[in-house]
T-cell receptor, first 111, second 116 residues
Framework: DAKTTQPPSMDCAEGRAANLPCNHS???????VYWYRQIHSQGPQYIIH???NNETNEMASLIITEDRKSSTLILPHATLRDTAVYYC????????????FGKGTRLSVIA | DSGVTQTPKHLITATGQRVTLRCSPR?????VYWYQQSLDQGLQFLIQ???????AKGNILERFSAQQFPDLHSELNLSSLELGDSALYFC???????????????FGPGTRLTVL
């Protein structure tokens, strides 16, 4: 079973920041938080991952709370093309392991 | 474009038949993962191969099998097909660096299997 909890759906206005929360209260010290998204029925796409520090790349920012029990994925300026299902996944440090997908959050970006 | 290719894109077949799905990983990636996405089960891990050897098994039925060849491409074989096997099948690959810190998976576009 997935070890994360996400809201089933969220809306965001185009051009605004989309903040997607994830609870992972049972995360272990050696587990990373990964975010993927799936646009319509395409293959899931890697977004970002982190251990305990905040991370930023060209797609998004990841904010992890100090106790690591929750995190927030931030899309700074959402566009219509960001409409997708977003999956938050915890994964061991070794990384060479399968991804366990939950139900994710369906983000709808509205014009 | 993730660099992972899957063929065919669509497959329509009848119950009881056997099909083979093919995946070519990104250049240099040693690990291949297969996932199934159905409407009621979501995305589920089936099986992982690393450099030709089976590494991990998930919810893969006995009617399903896979292999990874010396050129690292992989095939997923589905036999005695049932209506419930209709789904999207994704292949993903990753580098599996020994450091373990940067092993994101890259997914192919998927094969949509319809069993009639």
């Amino acid at each position: 079973d997935a070890k994360t909890t996400q809201p089933p759906s969220m809306d965001c206005a185009e051009g605004r920041a989309a903040n997607l929360p994830c609870n992972h209260s049972t995360i272990s010290g050696n587990e990373y938080v990964y975010w993927y998204r799936q646009i319509h029925s395409q293959g899931p796409q890697y977004i970002i991952h982190g251990l305990k520090n905040n991370e930023t790349n060209e797609m998004a920012s990841l904010i992890i709370t100090e106790d690591r029990k929750s995190s927030t994925l931030i899309l700074p300026h959402a566009t219509l093309r960001d409409t997708a299902v977003y999956y938050c996944i915890v994964r061991p440090y070794s990384g060479n392991t399968p991804l366990v997908f939950g139900k994710g959050t369906r983000l709808s970006v509205i014009a | 474009d993730s660099g992972v290719t899957q063929t065919p894109k669509h497959l329509i077949t009848a119950t009881g038949q056997r099909v083979t799905l093919r995946c070519s990983p990104r250049s240099g990636d040693l690990s291949v993962y297969w996932y199934q996405q159905s409407l009621d089960q979501g995305l589920q891990f089936l099986i992982q191969y690393y450099n030709g050897e089976e590494r991990a098994k998930g919810n893969i039925l006995e009617r399903f099998s896979a292999q990874q060849f010396p050129d690292l491409h992989s095939e997923l074989n589905l036999s005695s097909l049932e209506l419930g096997d209709s789904a999207l099948y994704f292949c993903a690959s990753s580098v599996d660096r020994s450091s373990g810190t940067y092993n994101e998976q890259f997914f192919g576009p998927g094969t949509r299997l319809t069993v009639l």
